[in-house]
């Protein structure tokens, strides 16, 4: 009954900016944290960004911090400036219905979107 559906992605040159949203719909508990993910090919997922359900606090991997924004409100969002070819990837959006927030574990996580192409050229 959860659907997540992400859009935004696409194909950018290096240096330029994305930004990807993620509509929530269906049963889920209002205090639930949502992140974002990315799996590059041939590589495992991993953690992008994370904010929790009163939109207060939020958490970066290293290798996007200073460079992406994650926000919420009736969506949320993932603003990607500085793209580099290594961030090149297929992105997922998340939910954890439970609003676990630290440390951001995949296994937390109990409802995902499809997926939307970030494709990065050098």
């Known amino acids: 009954q959860v659907h997540l559906v992400e859009s935004g992605g696409g194909l950018v040159q290096a240096g330029g900016s994305l930004r990807l949203s993620c509509v929530v719909s269906?049963?889920?508990?209002?205090?639930?944290?949502m992140g974002w993910f990315r799996q590059a090919p041939g590589k495992e997922r991993e953690f992008v960004a994370a904010?929790?359900?009163?939109?207060d606090s939020t958490y970066y991997a290293d290798s996007v911090k200073g460079r992406f924004t994650i926000s919420r409100d009736n969506a949320v969002y993932l603003q990607m400036n500085s793209l580099k070819p290594e961030d090149t990837a297929v992105y997922y959006c998340?939910?954890?219905?439970?609003?676990?927030?630290?440390?951001?574990?995949?296994?937390?996580?109990?409802?995902w979107g499809q997926g939307t192409q970030v494709t990065v050229s050098s």
């Open positions: 998340a939910a954890d219905q439970y609003g676990r927030f630290w440390p951001p574990r995949i296994d937390d996580y109990n409802y």
């Open positions: 904010i929790n359900w009163s939109a």
């Open positions: 269906g049963r889920i508990f209002s205090r639930h944290t």
